[in-house]
């Protein structure tokens, strides 16, 4: 149990394009979701925190227009790299919360973002 | 202000051996202590978790020692194997709220 997934699992674009990342939770409810950027042999730095149903709430230093973060369902969040730049190049990876744990974090596979 | 303190930042140990993986934190409010697996290219994965009200938390190989007076957990895997290479992470935060990471810890076992 307890599975996210995330698709693309890796997406190569050019610079100004938009691109989205879906996060889904496979076999539970997923109260909040949680959006981490990771750079190479480096830590994960969490993006933003949505709830289902609410605006996402971002971290200080992350630009909420150009990381558009929708959480529609208890199953579905999407994250929108808005004009993509080379800049922009990483790792994102989602995680899912479920209403029956209120700590447990379950992450899900990741997706490589190429800006060209 | 860095939440949550990792150590070493990279550990080699022979098959069979000991590793051991240190984190502290500050926030005296934080109830959660997990610990993840991340291979490369890939997402974290729950390795073991803890709560404050015990001291240690033993799952196969994996075994958090907690002390809460020091504001320390520690992960220790005991019988290391080539396939525990890997990136670990620790973690603190509260019910209900966000988790704190730290640097990671790369580890690598020798066959």
């Known amino acids: 149990g307890a599975v996210v997934s995330q698709h693309p699992s890796r997406v190569i674009c050019k610079s100004g394009t938009s691109v989205k990342i879906e996060c889904r939770s496979l076999?539970?409810?997923?109260?909040?979701m949680f959006w981490y950027r990771q750079f190479p042999k480096q830590s994960l730095m969490l993006m933003a925190t949505s709830n289902e149903g609410s605006k996402a709430t971002y971290e200080q230093g992350v630009e909420k227009d150009k990381f558009l973060i929708n959480h529609a369902s208890l199953t579905l969040s999407t994250l929108t790299v808005t004009s993509a730049h080379p800049e922009d190049s990483s790792f994102y990876i989602c995680?899912?919360?479920?209403?029956?744990?209120?700590?447990?974090?379950?992450f899900g596979p990741g997706t490589r973002l190429l800006v060209l | 202000q860095q939440q949550v303190k990792q150590s070493p930042q990279s550990l080699i140990v022979q098959k069979g051996g000991i590793s051991i993986i240190n984190c502290a934190y500050e926030n005296t409010a934080f109830d959660y202590f997990p610990w993840y697996q991340q291979f490369p290219g890939k997402g974290p994965a729950l390795l073991i978790a803890?709560?404050?009200?015990?001291s240690e938390k033993k799952e196969g190989r994996f075994t958090i020692s907690f002390n809460k007076s020091a504001k320390q957990f520690s992960l220790h895997i005991m019988d290391s194997q080539p396939g525990d290479s890997a990136t670990y992470f620790c973690?603190?935060?509260?019910?209900?709220?966000?988790?704190?990471f730290g640097r990671g810890t790369q580890l690598t076992v020798w066959p």
């Open positions: 995680s899912a919360r479920g209403w029956d744990s209120q700590e447990t974090q379950y």
């Open positions: 803890i709560r404050p009200d015990v």
């Open positions: 973690a603190a935060g509260r019910t209900l709220g966000r988790l704190y």
């Open positions: 076999d539970f409810q997923a109260t909040t």
